[in-house]
């Protein structure tokens, strides 16, 4: 990977609505923010980390941790804003090959676990990735099943194809491609070769409400407490193996 350029950009908006500036919400002693920042720079894949944000507040931020800092426009600050129009502007003036958006708020996303989703895209010759949550869970749609039957013995969870559902964590695109198929169509997030990356456990909790801040508080307070091992019931010393 050493020949492209590979930039990471984080974005953050002021105004979230489900949970007020949720970015700036302290977990484990510091911003939600600042794990992705530091996992992103653990990584050691990328040759730039810029924090995109519409409030020059994030900037502060971005000099605390060493990063670079891109204070986008009004006209993407809302809401309404796509991300297609995000990520175009973005490249618009950040040369690059490779851009990876890394959610900021998927605080608890391993920097190894970073460095393989590039990996993967590279090896594969992906031109649009997106992270997914593998469920091995019976699941319908629209009240069907659709990866087991209502005919005869009930499947074992362990025997059932996994669904998939899209993360975030991560989202990233080749520049020429995604570039070339906005110009032309005005969205571009699934666009050339895409493919999906199933994440671990940790980074599909997403920091959208109150709870979620709580479950990742927890977890990182766990870990903390135990050295992030869970021990057993003494009675599991009489089971052989």
């Known amino acids: 990977m050493?020949?492209?350029?590979?930039?990471?950009?984080?974005?953050?908006r002021v105004g979230s609505e489900r949970l007020k500036l949720k970015n700036l919400r302290l977990l484990d002693g510091k911003p939600v923010i600042g794990h992705a920042i530091e996992a992103a720079l653990d990584s050691?894949?990328?040759?730039?980390?810029?924090?995109?944000?519409?409030?020059?507040?994030?900037?502060?931020?971005?000099?605390?941790?060493?990063?670079?800092?891109?204070?986008?426009?009004?006209?993407?600050?809302?809401?309404?804003?796509?991300?297609?129009?995000?990520?175009?502007?973005?490249?618009?003036?950040?040369?690059?090959?490779?851009?990876?958006w890394l959610n900021p708020i998927a605080p608890l996303q391993p920097a190894q676990e970073i460095k393989a989703v590039i990996t993967h895209f590279v090896d594969q010759g992906l031109d649009s990735l997106i992270t997914v949550k593998d469920e091995q869970v019976h699941c319908l749609f629209n009240g069907a099943p659709i990866n087991f039957s209502e005919q005869g013995l009930f499947a074992k969870?362990?025997?059932?194809?996994?669904?998939?559902?899209?993360?975030?964590?991560?989202m990233m695109w080749r520049y020429p491609t995604f570039l070339e198929h906005y110009r032309e169509h005005g969205c571009a997030l699934l666009s050339g070769k895409v493919g999906y990356f199933?994440?671990?456990?940790?980074?599909?909790?997403?920091?959208?409400?109150?709870?979620?801040?709580?479950?990742?508080?927890?977890?990182?307070r766990s870990r903390r407490d135990s050295g992030g091992e869970l021990e057993y019931d003494p009675v599991a010393e009489n089971i052989d193996g």
């Open 2 to 12: 050493s020949d492209l350029k590979i930039n990471a950009m984080i974005p953050a």
């Open 44 to 100: 050691g894949v990328f040759d730039r980390v810029v924090l995109n944000s519409d409030g020059e507040v994030f900037g502060e931020i971005a000099r605390r941790y060493g990063i670079d800092f891109y204070h986008r426009t009004p006209e993407l600050a809302n809401s309404q804003a796509k991300s297609d129009d995000v990520v175009a502007d973005f490249m618009e003036r950040h040369p690059g090959d490779i851009l990876v």
């Open 198 to 220: 199933p994440v671990c456990r940790d980074s599909t909790i997403i920091i959208k409400r109150e709870e979620d801040l709580r479950i990742a508080e927890a977890i990182f």
């Open 157 to 170: 969870t362990q025997d059932l194809v996994p669904v998939q559902s899209m993360v975030y964590s991560i």
